[in-house]
């Protein structure tokens, strides 16, 4: 795990309130929505660099008996814990930075709002796609939520690829192919627009 990512979103998670940060969304409507769409709620979900997101309530709300939570910040999962109570037993919770972790299973579907755009370099996204291959059967999705091509170039005082949906599928294309994508404009809670590009791929 890398310390200084889990110093960074500690700190984050820290100094803000969960509704505070640039990224909040009371209800992941796109999200749910997109996993709802490739998957029924009977198979497992992962939320990876989940934060402090609602993402897992919606799932467990709307009946999905396999949630994986997965964040570098142990604090982020602290509030999602807190916040679910006694429903935090249904889910699982896994305190890893990403591009370390070692799947010991497989998925039926990988959700990410914003982390893939954080991967600077060519050596972290190779890294990343490697393990979703091994995350996901095959079969199973993965959806993906990114900066657009005209998004933010930074967040959270840290540098953000931007995306538009065909060069984040070629990121992929290794082992899962386009089939779906969109565009979402996220308001923050201090009211800028935020664009967003949405894909989901299928595992080979």
């Given at each position: 795990m890398s310390d200084t990512a889990t110093r960074h979103w500690d700190d984050v998670y820290g100094t803000k309130a969960a509704d505070e940060v640039s990224w909040f969304q009371r209800e992941p409507v796109t999200s749910q929505r997109l996993i709802t769409m490739v998957s029924q709620p009977r198979g497992a979900?992962?939320?990876?660099g989940a934060g402090a997101s609602t993402l897992a309530d919606a799932l467990l709300d709307a009946g999905w008996p396999d949630i994986t939570v997965l964040d570098v910040s142990p604090r982020a999962l602290a509030l999602v814990r807190h916040r679910l109570g006694d429903r935090q037993a249904?889910?699982?919770?896994?305190?890893?930075?990403v591009l370390s972790w070692q799947p010991g299973r497989t998925y039926d579907a990988w959700h990410d709002r914003a982390v893939f755009h954080f991967l600077a370099t060519p050596e972290?996204?190779?890294r990343y796609v490697a393990t979703a291959t091994r995350a996901?059967?095959?079969?199973?999705?993965?959806?993906?939520?990114t900066f657009a091509a005209d998004g933010p170039t930074r967040c959270s005082g840290l540098p953000a690829t931007r995306y538009d949906a065909d060069s984040l599928?070629?990121?992929?294309?290794?082992?899962?192919?386009?089939v779906h994508s969109?565009?979402?404009?996220?308001?923050?809670?201090g009211g800028a627009v935020q664009p967003f590009t949405w894909v989901v791929l299928r595992r080979t």
């Open positions: 979900v992962i939320d990876v249904m889910a699982s919770f896994v305190v890893a930075d972290q996204r190779e996901v059967r095959p079969g199973g999705l993965l959806v993906l939520g599928a070629a990121e992929f294309a290794s082992a899962f192919t386009l969109e565009r979402e404009e996220h308001a923050t809670p």
